[in-house]
């Protein structure tokens, strides 16, 4: 690269690299400093010390900036910037430290944890050069041919959502060309795109897709940040997941999208505004902390030069600060605007939404800029609504539109299929959409997001394997990962060849899914649950790029009949729209035929009295129906809300249900059977539920 190259003034807007076509624009946001450098890098050498180091010559409101005629796309840079180290007054400038810019469109190159990324001590000499140890930011050319694109735009009320992770989702199946496992094009596969539509899946939810960095303490263990919590690129796809990182994953990531809308798949992205991994103040230091600390990070008013910690990683973004606030919710807009997402879950949610005391605030600046804003309020929203902070749980909290994580439901439903027979109340407020949680604040079903197993975890097949966690491959002597999380061995700890045991396994995973399907909200599936995914008993496996956390596509006759049935289970769900209603049950009756909207049954038929809540048992059911069709296929066709029958056992024995009689002409016709396949006959108006097992019955009217 020449050597006599001079950056002109620029613009302060837009904060970034921005190529026009004849140079880049380079723009940094750092008031309290008092100089910054821009370094320039050989490509052909990337890992080199910089090749130019040019100070930027404007300055305008606090952000430096710069104009650099002839460069372009492909141009690997980074920041160094000048001021005060003074801790205690959260002042943390070093020069020493090539800083990566927070708004680079990509990023080239991994961080390497090293010593001499950690903060100096007062009083050192400033540590050697740490160019060696951070990627380098890369100019990208943001021209992009989106075609036809359009956000499928499907409606709440049909949304089946699966949350997944790139490459252990795409990484071993057997379908892919090599070039495309374990990346983003994986993705947009036929194969996989079939079986995601086979299934019934609308949306996928991608565990963090942007560019990550690697926490220190991994480092030090030889692990890696598989799950990706712990940005470090806000405007960045990772470079994991494409051919290259010279702005290919921009490029790639695109064409994903482009694909899975082409497809009818929405994208929702796990998104990770928390915290960043430059963990506590004696962490590494890499962009935000060396930029502007006072401007990003929560502070601790009682202990200066500490940080207040909500997420448990060592520091908190405070979006209580304009340029934090800002930041963030530029990065939201760049990938719903730029990259055409249609959704973001928002991971530790709380701690975004924390008032300058700490308490958690329904009418916070980031929740207000969310329903304020043209583009993001038009996207999906989810919260996952808990952090590590005082009074973190804070389910049913957040205000319209936003959904919510639903770990309650989680724990009801396993609890109840793990023999709980002091959880019939609890469950039933889980399937009717959690109305004793949502419905106070006006919010919908809808706003339930149901789910049994996600990333964090034991998955589907593992709830029914396992009593204990079995996390000893994280090497933190087993202190990671949830304790007591609801499940059930059914004799055995772990793998079993007893046809017994595997029967009641079976049974259990077919009973969780089946809830999941047919509870009012929307549900989520965790990816390869379908299939019969394992992790060996680790609840918490987000240290392991390997086989464990990959999906094994080589399955059974028993694992594809068992994505069959999943398939069934959603299938009905779609096909019947009492299912999907949009308001809450009441109890009350609707239609013309005065049928109650939800009549909760002994196993005799008649009606559950106050007294029978509070007696324990296994046995309910559940009558709903829906006073007319209120939705519409995809194809625009009204959709009938048929009388469904649920008859529920999650006890050791066989128990018999009287089937109710409606005025109707027609009759119940079963549809599914955990047990085995539907389509029994029935003794009269008697039906026998087998122990551990969920039929449903749905309503074919006769002429």
Aim: aromatic letters at 8%.
């Amino acid at each position: 690269m020449e050597r006599d190259l001079k950056l002109e003034p620029g613009r302060p807007e837009p904060l970034g690299a921005v190529w026009d076509g004849a140079g880049v624009n380079f723009a940094l946001q750092s008031a309290a400093s008092t100089g910054a450098e821009l370094c320039l890098f050989d490509a052909e050498a990337p890992g080199a010390p910089e090749t130019q180091r040019l100070p930027l010559p404007g300055r305008t409101n606090g952000v430096w900036h710069g104009y650099l005629p002839g460069a372009g796309p492909g141009l690997l840079y980074g920041y160094r910037v000048s001021g005060p180290w003074l801790p205690e007054q959260s002042l943390r400038f070093d020069s020493s430290k090539l800083l990566v810019d927070p708004r680079a469109a990509a990023l080239s190159g991994p961080l390497v944890w090293d010593e001499a990324l950690t903060a100096r001590p007062d009083g050192e000499t400033p540590p050697s050069d740490t160019a060696p140890f951070v990627p380098r930011a890369v100019v990208v050319d943001p021209a992009f041919d989106w075609q036809d694109d359009c956000l499928p735009q499907t409606p709440w009320s049909r949304s089946v959502l699966y949350e997944c992770h790139v490459k252990g989702m795409t990484q071993q199946h057997p379908g892919l060309p090599p070039d495309q496992r374990g990346r983003f094009l994986g993705l947009t596969h036929p194969d996989l795109l079939d079986h995601l539509r086979t299934l019934g899946v609308t949306s996928l939810c991608l565990l963090p897709v942007q560019h990550a960095g690697l926490d220190a303490h991994l480092g030090r263990r030889g692990l890696v940040n598989y799950w990706g919590y712990g940005t470090l690129g806000f405007f960045a796809p990772d470079a994991r997941f494409a051919s290259g990182d010279r702005g290919e994953q921009v490029h790639e990531f695109r064409q994903m999208v482009r694909a899975l809308h082409a497809a009818g798949l929405e994208v929702i992205l796990d998104v990770v505004y928390n915290h960043t991994p430059e963990t506590d103040p004696r962490g590494a230091t890499f962009n935000l902390r060396g930029i502007d600390d006072a401007a990003y990070y929560r502070h601790d008013l009682i202990h200066p030069g500490e940080y207040v910690d909500y997420s448990g990683c060592g520091n908190s973004l405070d979006l209580n600060s304009p340029v934090a606030l800002e930041f963030v919710l530029d990065s939201l807009r760049y990938w719903a605007g730029e990259m055409h997402v249609d959704g973001f879950r928002f991971d530790l949610a709380p701690a975004l939404c924390r008032d300058a005391e700490g308490r958690f605030n329904p009418e916070a600046p980031f929740l207000r800029c969310l329903r304020e804003d043209p583009l993001l309020a038009q996207r999906k929203l989810i919260a996952e609504p808990w952090d590590l902070g005082p009074d973190g749980h804070r389910l049913g909290g957040f205000p319209s539109p936003f959904a919510e994580w639903n770990d309650q439901y989680r724990d009801v439903v396993r609890r109840y299929w793990c023999g709980d027979p002091g959880n019939r109340p609890a469950l039933a407020a889980a399937l009717s959409g959690s109305s004793n949680i949502f419905e106070p604040s006006g919010r919908t079903p809808q706003a339930s997001i149901n789910f049994v197993t996600c990333h964090d975890g034991f998955t589907l097949s593992d709830v029914a394997s396992y009593n204990e966690k079995h996390n000893e491959a994280n090497l933190e002597q087993g202190g990671d990962g949830r304790n007591g999380e609801p499940s059930c061995n059914w004799g055995v700890e772990g793998p079993c060849e007893d046809a017994a045991v595997r029967r009641l396994r079976e049974r259990a995973r077919r009973n969780l899914i089946a809830t999941l399907a047919l509870s009012l909200g929307v549900p989520m599936l965790s990816h390869g649950d379908e299939l019969g995914r394992t992790q060996r008993g680790n609840n918490n496996a987000y240290c392991h790029d390997s086989d464990l956390t990959w999906v094994d596509w080589s399955f059974d006759p028993a694992q594809e009949a068992f994505r069959e049935f999943v398939r069934r289970c959603l299938t009905l769900r779609r096909a019947n729209a009492v299912f999907r209603r949009p308001w809450h049950l009441t109890g009350t009756r609707v239609g013309p035929l005065g049928l109650m909207d939800v009549a909760w049954l002994r196993p005799d038929g008649t009606a559950l009295e106050p007294q029978d809540w509070q007696t324990p048992g296994h046995a309910l059911a559940i009558l709903l129906a829906a006073e007319a069709a209120e939705d519409r296929d995809e194809f625009g066709r009204a959709q009938a809300a048929r009388p469904v029958l649920m008859l529920l056992n999650s006890g050791p024995e066989d128990i018999p249900f009287a089937l109710p009689a409606l005025p109707l002409a027609g009759r119940f016709v079963e549809r599914l059977d955990t047990a085995g396949p539907p389509g029994r006959e029935r003794d009269g108006s008697i039906l026998w539920v087998h122990a551990h097992s969920l039929v449903v019955l749905e309503w074919e009217a006769t002429p």
